[in-house]
C-alpha cells in the first residue's frame, strides 16, 4: 500500500464528521427521525444488533465505509480466510476460521488439507470426551473421572473457562471443570486441595509447551497425583493429556502423545477455542454442543465473509469502535453481559482484542501516530449497574458500551427474568437520553441539587439481542468480536495477530528469578528500585 489509511481522504472524511458529531445529542439524532431505532439495526445470524443508540449520522457511517473500502477490509478479509500469511511479523497463515470449517468443506494452504485436519482432531477431541463423559475412560485405580483440570494460561484459559462458564446449562453435572491459569501457587492449591487424584484428569494445554505458568503448574499437578497415587508413574498416562502444537516439547514432559490432540500454528493463541484447546468444554457439555458451537462461529465467519459492509455486523462495529478510539478520543470500551453465565466474558475480551491491537507500530514498520487499541472491560449486568456505572452516566469519560441480553433464561422462574432484563432496556434508554434540569426542576427538586441529578445522556451503547444463550449463540458472540477486533486492526494497519509486547517482561522474569532464590545477596545488578524491592523480599522470605 503506497499511501497509509491515515493520510488518506477517506480519514479526512471521517475526522470532518467527528467534528460535526460534537455537537449532536442522540435526544436529537432520535428526535429527527423516529425510525431510527428501526433502521439502524442489523442481524447476524440469531443475533439482533441495534446500533442506534451511537453518536453517529447516517453521513458518518458512509465516510466510515468508504475508509473500510480506502483499507481494503473486504481484500484482507478474503486473505485472512484463504489462508494468506497476513500475520507478517511470524510468516504465519491466520486461520482460526478454518477451525469451524463444516466436513465437506474444502481449504488448501500450503499445500495442507486443513478442513481434513481440522476434522480429524474433532473426531479424535469427540471420540476421548464420549469415553470421559460415559465413564469409559478410568483413573489408573479404576474410577471414573469426576473433575477435569485445564492448565493453560492466556488463549489456553481464557478461552476454556469463559466457555465452561457460559456453558454449564449444558454441561454433565456428573463432571465439573476446574482451570488453573496462574503460577500463584494459590490456584494449583485452591483448585486441588478437595480433590481425588484417583477421578481427576489434567489438561494441559499450550500451544508451545513452553510456558513457565503451565509447565510449572503441570509439573507440581504430576507431583501432587503421584503422591496421592502411591507414585507409580504409569498413573500419569490415565491421568493426563496434552493440548499442543508441539508433541516433541509433550513428550519430554512425559506426557504420552498418544494422549494429545494437536493444532497448527496459524491458530492464534486468543483464537485457540474452538481448536483442541477447548477440549475440557467438549467433556463438559459433549461433542453435539460443541459442534453446534462452531457451526455459530462458521454462521458468523460466513455473514463476515460475504455480506456487504452496509449489512456486515462485525465490520459496522468494528467501524464504531475505530470512530470512537481514534476520531473521538474514547480510552476504553465496556462489555456489558445481561447474563450471568457470560461473567467471564470481558475478561475473554480483553486478551482477544488488546493482545490484538494493543500496538503503536503499523505492518510497515512505521509508528502509528493515532490512538489504537482500545481497554477492553466490563462485568455482568445488573452486578456492574451498583459498582461502576455512575462514572459511565455521570462521569467526564466517553465509555462506549456493548449490552448484550437474551430473550429467553436458562432457568425460567416465572418474571424474575423479565426483572432483570427491563434494567438491560432501561440503561441503555438513560444512558443515551438522560435526565434535563427542566425535567428535574419540574419534579420540585431543590435548585441547589438539581445539577448533581442531571444526567446529561449522549452516552453511546450497541444493543445485541439473542433469543437464547446456547451453544451456538455463544460461538456467535465470540465469532463477533473475533471479526470486530480484525476490521479495527485493518483500519489502523497493525498486526492483530503477534504479541511481542509480552515477551520482554516474560525474559525478564527467567533473569530474575535466580536472585530471588540464591543462598548469597545478589550483587546490585538491576535498577536501584528493583535492587531495593528484591533486597525487601528476600529479608522477608528468610534470605
Ligand atoms: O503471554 C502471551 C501468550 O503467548 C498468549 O498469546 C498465549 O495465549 C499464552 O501466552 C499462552 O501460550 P501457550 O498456549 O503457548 O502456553
Known amino acids: 500500500m503506497s499511501e497509509h489509511v491515515s493520510d488518506s481522504a477517506e480519514w479526512q472524511a471521517v475526522q470532518g464528521h467527528a467534528e460535526k458529531i460534537a455537537g449532536v445529542h442522540l435526544r436529537e439524532l432520535f428526535g429527527s427521525d423516529p425510525r431510527r431505532g428501526e ?31 480506502r483499507a481494503r477490509l473486504r481484500e484482507r478479509t478474503a486473505a485472512m480466510f484463504a489462508g494468506e500469511h497476513i500475520n507478517v511479523t511470524e510468516d504465519r497463515a491466520v486461520l482460526h476460521t478454518a477451525l469451524r470449517l463444516p466436513r465437506d468443506a474444502t481449504l488448501v494452504v500450503d499445500g495442507q488439507d486443513v478442513v481434513r485436519d481440522v476434522h480429524e482432531v474433532l473426531d479424535r477431541m469427540g471420540a476421548f470426551s464420549d469415553k470421559v463423559r460415559s465413564g469409559e475412560w478410568r483413573g489408573a485405580t479404576g474410577e471414573r473421572i469426576r473433575t477435569v483440570v485445564n492448565i493453560g494460561i492466556g488463549g489456553s484459559d481464557l478461552g476454556p473457562v469463559m466457555a465452561y462458564e457460559a456453558l454449564k446449562a449444558y454441561a454433565d453435572p456428573g463432571i465439573e471443570c476446574r482451570f488453573v491459569s496462574n503460577i500463584d501457587p494459590t490456584d494449583l492449591h485452591q483448585k486441588t486441595r478437595d480433590l481425588d487424584p484417583a477421578s481427576t484428569l489434567f489438561v494441559v494445554v499450550s500451544k508451545t509447551f513452553g510456558t513457565q505458568e503451565t509447565l510449572t503448574n503441570a509439573t507440581e499437578a504430576r507431583n501432587w497425583l503421584l503422591a496421592g497415587l502411591g507414585g507409580d508413574q504409569a498413573a500419569v498416562a490415565k491421568h493426563f493429556v496434552a493440548v499442543s502444537t508441539n508433541a516433541q516439547r509433550v513428550a519430554d514432559f512425559g506426557i504420552d502423545t498418544e494422549n494429545m490432540f494437536g493444532f497448527w500454528d496459524w491458530v492464534g493463541g486468543r483464537y485457540s477455542l474452538p481448536s483442541a484447546v477447548g477440549l475440557s468444554v467438549m467433556i463438559a457439555v459433549g461433542k453435539e454442543q460443541f459442534a453446534e458451537m462452531l457451526a455459530g462461529y462458521h454462521a458468523v465467519d460466513q455473514h463476515f465473509l460475504t455480506t456487504p459492509l452496509e449489512r456486515n455486523v462485525p465490520a459496522l462495529l468494528g467501524l464504531l469502535n475505530v470512530w470512537y478510539d481514534t476520531f473521538l478520543g474514547a480510552q476504553s ?22 493482545e490484538s491491537n494493543g500496538k503503536q507500530v503499523r505492518l510497515d ?6 490512538q489504537t487499541g482500545e481497554v477492553f472491560w466490563g462485568e455482568p449486568g445488573t452486578n456492574g449497574q451498583h459498582a461502576f456505572y455512575q ?27 423479565d426483572l432483570f432484563m427491563s434494567n438491560f432496556f432501561a440503561q441503555t434508554g438513560a444512558l443515551a437520553f438522560g435526565r434535563t434540569a427542566e425535567q428535574i426542576e419540574a419534579e420540585g427538586v431543590e435548585p441547589a441539587i438539581v445539577p448533581h441529578k442531571v444526567m446529561a445522556g449522549n452516552h453511546p451503547t450497541t444493543t445485541i439481542l439473542a433469543e437464547k444463550l446456547t451453544p451456538s449463540t455463544l460461538g456467535q458472540l465470540i465469532a463477533l468480536y473475533e471479526h470486530i477486533t480484525f476490521t479495527q486492526g485493518v483500519l489502523w494497519e497493525v498486526n492483530s495477530f503477534d504479541q511481542w509486547g509480552v515477551e520482554l517482561g516474560k525474559v525478564m522474569a527467567n533473569q530474575l528469578a535466580p536472585l530471588l532464590t540464591a543462598d548469597a545477596a545478589p550483587e546490585a545488578s538491576n535498577d536501584s528500585s528493583t535492587d531495593t524491592l528484591i533486597a525487601r523480599y528476600r529479608s522477608q522470605r528468610g534470605r
Open 391 to 417: 462514572l459511565i452516566h455521570q462521569g467526564t469519560k466517553l465509555i462506549p458500551a456493548d449490552f448484550i441480553g437474551f430473550s429467553v433464561p436458562n432457568h425460567d422462574t416465572g418474571e424474575m427474568h
Open 333 to 354: 470500551h465496556a462489555v456489558l453481559p445481561y447474563s450471568q453465565y457470560l461473567h467471564r466474558f470481558a475478561a475473554y475480551l480483553q486478551q482477544l482484542t488488546m
Open 365 to 370: 514498520g512505521s509508528a502509528a501516530g493515532y
Open 39 to 69: 433502521r439502524l439495526t442489523a442481524q447476524v445470524a440469531d443475533l439482533y444488533v441495534d446500533y442506534s443508540k451511537n453518536l453517529v449520522t447516517d453521513e458518518a457511517i458512509g465516510a466510515l465505509i468508504a475508509l473500510a473500502e
